[in-house]
């Protein structure tokens, strides 16, 4: 059973346009909602994340909002740039104990910010 | 060296090799994680450590087997894999006193045959 669902599954902007990607989740038991960018050939590197006591965050050109009670978050990304293309993956956190917590992605977003 | 490291990058493999992943974190973390990313799936937890004690197994086959020598070490031994088995294999760490970030290495990519 998928616990976070991540749509679109691709996504086409041209350069300054406004990027957004949407996740949804069932467990209320996460308690951090991180996004993470993977260029080809690399790791996801952390970008941005919230926690569920606060309904936005900015940093920069990227944005994330967050509806609890809809248990919705989402990515805004500012003035995309040819150098934001790469995929995208939401992602909710539980402590999973002992000081480590379990991290369910979603399935990911393919940006491709066009000049 | 900084951040999460993984060698080898890449690994071809057959199917009756047994070959060993190995992952080191430079950040003073105390909890360490193996991921397995294919194509059509989401990033699948496999293994949590923390403090070097197994802390999760997410029913992931006996042909993988992890080893935490130490805060800074991942193991994750391989024998007999299949070829569905192949895909980018990703080591993370997180502090102790987080609040759930994880950091990725870049991932070992690994083809069975």
């Known amino acids: 059973q998928q616990q976070v669902k991540q749509s679109p599954q691709s996504l086409i902007v041209q350069k300054g346009g406004i990027s957004i990607i949407n996740c949804a989740y069932e467990n209320t038991a996460f308690d951090y909602f991180p996004w993470y960018q993977q260029f080809p050939g690399k790791g996801p590197a952390l970008l941005i994340a919230?926690?569920?006591?606060?309904s936005e965050k900015k940093e920069g050109r990227f944005t994330i909002s967050f509806n609890k009670s809809a248990k919705q978050f989402s990515l805004h990304i500012m003035d995309s740039q040819p150098g934001d293309s790469a995929t995208y993956f939401c992602?909710?956190?539980?402590?999973?104990?002992?000081?480590?917590?379990?991290?369910?992605f979603g399935k990911g977003t393919k940006l491709s910010v066009i000049p | 060296e900084t951040g999460v490291t993984q060698t080898p990058r890449h690994l071809v493999m057959g199917m009756t090799n047994k070959k060993s992943l190995k992952c080191e974190q430079h950040l003073g973390h105390n909890a360490m994680y193996w991921y397995k990313q294919s194509a059509k799936k989401p990033l699948e937890l496999m293994f949590v450590?923390?403090?070097?004690?197994?802390?999760e197994n997410n029913s992931v086959p006996s042909r993988f087997s992890p080893e935490c020598p130490n805060s800074s070490h991942l193991f994750l031994h391989l024998h007999t894999l299949q070829p569905e088995d192949s895909a980018l294999y990703l080591c993370?760490?997180?502090?102790?006193?987080?609040?759930?970030?994880?950091?990725f290495g870049p991932g070992t990519r690994l083809t069975v045959l």
């Open positions: 992602a909710a956190s539980m402590d999973s104990g002992a000081g480590s917590y379990q991290l369910t």
């Open positions: 993370a760490s997180s502090p102790l006193a987080g609040i759930g970030e994880q950091f």
């Open positions: 450590y923390s403090l070097e004690e197994r802390v």
């Open positions: 919230i926690r569920p006591d606060v």
